[in-house]
């Protein structure tokens, strides 16, 4: 089971530049959970203090919006997701 | 009627497929609201001057700074120390004395947002934080005004496209942005999408192609990647909901 989670260019320099990691999950919740484990600093832009999602971080699964189950949202062998950041700039 | 002169300067245009001279007409009748005149509102107004779209809105309470001039391409080093308005006014003029510029030096909020708009038939967004851009966003649904969104990061930008009340709105889409600060951005960034806005607006204008609604584009341009991704109107949306759910 391989689930491709696609990282933000800003989250990246905590993924020793990897734009693409690979994790065995089965929720979108876990899939993050193991990116953490493998790369511990991108918890903190990902996560608020009670392990919630950050307002400003979003879950895609194969393209498509994980609101509102987010976290809860299965994903199966092959699923690709990507996390992106709501930007600020005009 | 286009006049002889505007049949001349709009011809490559006016020769696409399905613009013709009645698309250049009803450029030339439309109103457009602008908010801001930094990164983004500098090629989206330049563009849509450029395209001879009859009324074009702008408003910002900015000055110009020698920080922005890496992407704020309306103003200039010798600009720098005058309001970003009267900046962009000269420089559109330039571009295009045929059509109608009114240029207004506020800071958008939820007391002159409706006013600002007026009777625009159009909203796009070249702001710089979220909160304005729900509150434009609101103004587009109340006002049934179509409102073109973009927003930048970096190397990265995005774009999505709003037909009130058959898709997808910024409030169903967002539920943050990141922290408000000094942002990191590359010029060629807001000025790519910038265009895809106005040319999103040019396009629902004339009535040719298909809009960017209920998908979101985004620009990855350290890898020169755009992706597309799915988004949904939200049936409990704070701004939209009341709106039924009827899609586009």
């Keep these: 089971m391989s689930i491709k989670i696609n990282i933000n260019p800003f989250l990246q320099q905590y993924t020793n530049n990897q734009s693409v990691v690979e994790v065995n999950g089965d929720t979108v919740g876990q899939c993050l959970d193991l990116l953490a484990k493998q790369f511990p600093g991108i918890e903190k832009g990902l996560f608020n203090k009670n392990g919630k999602l950050l307002n400003y971080v979003d879950i895609y699964v194969n393209g498509e919006s994980t609101h509102p189950e987010e976290l809860a949202k299965s994903v199966k062998d092959g699923d690709e997701l990507h996390i992106l950041l709501v930007p600020t700039g005009g | 009627m286009l006049t002889k002169g505007e049949l001349l300067r709009y011809d490559r245009q006016i020769i696409i497929k399905g613009f013709g001279k009645e698309g250049q007409e009803r450029l030339k009748q439309a109103k457009v609201f602008i908010a801001g005149a930094g990164g983004l509102g500098s090629p989206i107004s330049m563009y849509l001057t450029t395209a001879g779209v009859g009324t074009i809105r702008i408003a910002d309470n900015d000055k110009v700074e020698l920080s922005n001039l890496n992407r704020q391409v309306l103003h200039w080093d010798k600009d720098i120390g005058k ?145 597309e991704f799915s988004v949904k109107k939200d049936p409990n949306c704070k701004h939209c909901s009341h709106l039924g759910s009827k899609e586009q």
Excluded: W
Aim: net charge negative.
């Design chain 2, 83 to 227: 309001r970003k308005i009267d900046s962009a006014l000269e420089k559109l003029k330039q571009l295009n004395q045929d059509i109608q510029i009114e240029a207004t030096v506020e800071t958008i909020n939820e007391a002159n947002v409706s006013q600002l708009v007026a009777d625009s038939d159009l909203i796009v967004d070249a702001m710089d934080n979220l909160p304005t851009r729900y509150l434009l966003n609101k103004t587009a649904i109340d006002k049934g005004i179509p409102f073109f969104h973009g927003a930048v990061y970096g190397f990265e930008g995005r774009a999505m496209t709003i037909i009130p009340g058959k898709t997808a709105c910024l409030m169903c889409v967002y539920r943050g942005a990141i922290p408000e600060g000094k942002f990191p951005v590359i010029g060629v960034t807001p000025a790519i999408i910038g265009c895809i806005q106005a040319a999103e607006a040019i396009k629902y204008i004339v009535g040719i192609g298909e809009l960017l609604t209920n998908r979101l584009l985004i620009y990855d341009g350290l890898n020169s990647k755009f992706s």
